[in-house]
Structures are given as structure tokens and as C-alpha cells.
């Protein structure tokens, strides 16, 4: 039995039809006639919402037994349908965040990295300042006791060098290992880190301060370096997979 429908005009509302129950029902599952939308078949006493003289038509929204997926955006962190999000490795971005994140990218650069402030090279050189006087300060004073223990210039000549040898390695490491920063660098606010936030093993401090004394040897260049990097890397820091960044 053919069906009509109100739709409303420029004109006001007119009925349209007469529509067989197939067609009918198309434009119900489509959208064109909605739960509101009133229609009309023979039998009827008057014009009813579809939603009362036809029910069965109305498409149930689908309920989900768990709840519905959702990601997050590693760039703006908003929550997106994981359908949405686009994947760049371990990385979800949504479109809105793709440009930025994409010309990031062929920068070098990981926005979704929470973002560190890399330290330059006058800091850095100001930290190296410091430490040079304290250690200055604690070998002149263990020379100073030395000598004044013992007569015997080899054996006391013997332990000042290696005072001298084994005092800034140790200091560096410990302090870098412990601390995540000699008392220079923690007098000015930064610290050493792996690349990825990170704190050094002993290996990979003892390493460093060896790799530093490379960068010192071709004439500072290595340390000059970091002042050119993006990340502001020593040569030495690049051996090591290791930045300076500022506390926070
Ligand atoms: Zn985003």
C-alpha cells in the first residue's frame, strides 16, 4: 500500500508520494524522511511521525558491548576514532597536526617528543668554567698534602700524577651517573641525558669524558660543534648519544 510524506517547501509543507514500501523505505534508512517527518497510507486517521506509524524502519544506532576505540593525537593530544589517526612509526597524528608533524620531520626534528631546551655552547663553556676551578681547587690541594707527607719525590711525584689523572674522570663520571650533572652544570641548571631522556650508565659517562678529551684534542672543534648543531651537540655528545638540556 503506497505511502506519502511531508516535506516542507519555499512554499510550506506538500506531500509527496504515493512511494511503494521498498522505495519508502529507502528514503527512511537514507535520511530523507526522519523520525519526525510525517507521513500518511491509507487506513491512517490522520498524519503521524514516521517514528510512531512506522518504528521498524528507523535504523537502531548500534551499541557497542565494549567501549568504542579511541586514540589520542601524540602532537596535540586530543582524542580521535583510531580510524582518524595517522601513523607515522610508533606515532598517532591526526590530520589537523599531519602538516606540522610531517615538516618536522624532514627537519629532524620529533614534535611529539616532549620538548627539551638543549643547552649552547657558552653555558656549557661557563659550567666547564667551574669545574675547572674546583678540580683546579681539590688536586692543587691534594698535591699540596702529598708533598708535604713524603720525602720521597718519585713516590709522592707518582701519586700527584695520578691524583691529577684519576680526579676529573671520577668526578665527571660520578657526578654525571648520580646527578645527571657536574656542579658546574648543576650551578647553571643543566643536565646530561641520553638522547632519550635517559639517565648515562658508568660506561657510557666514563666513555663520555673520554670522548670530551677527543673533543678538546682537534682543537676544540669538536666543541665548537655544538654551537652549529640543532640539538646543540658536541662531538662528543654525538659519540656518547648524549645531550645537554636545561633542568626544565
Ligand atoms: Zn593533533
Not at 88 to 114: E, M, N, Y
Request: aromatic share 10%; charged share 15%; proline share 6%.
Amino acid at each position: 500500500m503506497p505511502w506519502y510524506y511531508a516535506e516542507g517547501t519555499p512554499l510550506g509543507p506538500a506531500s509527496r508520494g504515493p512511494l511503494d514500501d521498498a522505495d519508502f523505505a529507502a528514503l527512511a534508512s537514507s535520511g530523507q524522511i526522519l523520525a519526525t517527518t510525517l507521513v500518511w497510507q491509507r487506513g491512517m486517521a490522520e498524519w503521524q511521525p514516521l517514528a510512531i506509524a512506522r518504528p521498524d524502519l528507523l535504523a537502531t544506532p548500534a551499541v557497542p558491548d565494549a567501549p568504542p576505540a579511541i586514540g589520542f593525537c601524540a602532537l596535540c593530544g586530543l582524542p580521535r576514532s583510531p580510524e582518524d589517526l595517522l601513523q607515522f612509526g610508533q606515532r598517532s597524528i591526526c590530520p589537523a597536526c599531519k602538516p606540522r608533524f610531517a615538516t618536522g620531520l624532514t627537519l629532524g626534528v620529533d614534535l611529539s617528543q616532549p620538548r627539551q631546551r638543549y643547552a649552547g655552547f657558552w653555558i656549557r663553556f661557563g659550567a666547564r668554567v667551574i669545574d675547572g676551578i674546583l678540580i683546579g681547587i681539590v688536586q692543587y690541594s691534594i698535591v699540596f698534602a702529598i708533598s708535604g707527607l713524603g720525602r720521597d719525590t718519585a713516590v709522592s711525584g707518582l701519586a700527584t700524577i695520578l691524583a691529577y689523572l684519576l680526579i676529573q674522570p671520577t668526578y665527571e663520571a660520578a657526578m654525571t651517573v648520580k646527578q645527571q650533572a657536574t656542579l658546574g652544570k648543576l650551578a647553571l641548571g643543566l643536565r646530561v641525558v641520553r638522547t632519550d631522556g635517559s639517565t648515562l650508565t658508568w660506561g657510557r659517562a666514563i666513555g663520555r669524558y673520554f670522548a670530551q678529551l677527543l673533543s678538546s684534542v682537534i682543537l676544540l672543534i669538536g666543541y665548537i660543534m655544538a654551537a652549529f648543531d640543532d640539538r646543540k651537540q658536541a662531538l662528543h655528545d654525538r659519540l656518547c648519544d648524549t645531550v645537554v638540556i636545561y633542568e626544565n
